[in-house]
């Protein structure tokens, strides 16, 4: 890895107060044993946790962000949360266009880059997702996919400390496949150069794959060159099963 790594977890729609908050407190035990120094860990529960979760975490080094934001400031937007909202619950961070939301509420990359750009400022760190579908890579059109997401999603005034870059292939999320180590490292390689027509400091811009990382397969993905870290799902429930994850961005 070239820059400081993100293991990030990404709780999507699950946990209730009591049992999340145990798990976080068993995450932030683990975090505050080990040095952990050399890389930055954070979680994102759903919004309703947001505010307890980052009150847990207050004094440790784990971060707590959001799944997602509105790109307007406050309004009439019913059920909707603005990045200062998730910054005043003391959030640090916020996942913009992760594939279930593109799909599932019809994001476009349009879109996404709003929602980039209140998270930015807002004082949050955008976490922009990216990838591809099944049939996209069958066809061959992996990389000119990835090229168009990152160019129209990327926010404006995007540096290396306002914007985490995510590659998540729609296919491997919550599927138990992943790409090979080398459509990886070929896809990762591939979002840095474009990231360096599009801004100064590309090379420390954090670049995390995510899509069925587990403990037993994060070493051999976190160690590709352009890997800086990962985005995890499912294993980042429970904090016994993200934290061989984390380990790896220790290491
Ligand atoms: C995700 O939700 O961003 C994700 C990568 O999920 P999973 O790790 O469960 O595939």
Redesign the pocket.
Known sequence: MTVRPLIAG?W?MNGLATESSAELKALIAKLQAADTGACDVLICPPATLVFQMAELAKGSNLNIGGQDCHAAEKGAHTGDTSAAMLKDAGATYAIVG?S?RRTDHAETNEIVKAKAEAAIAAGLIAIV?VGETLEQRESGETLSVITDQVKNSLPAGATAQNTVI?Y?PVW????GKTPTPADVAEVHAHMRGDLNGLMQDADGVRLLY????KGSNAAELMALDNVDGA??????LKAEDFWPIVETGLA
């Open positions: 990404n999507k992760h279930e997702c995510a998540e491997a999320i919550g599927t995510g899509g069925s990382v985005l995890v799902g499912g294993a980042s």
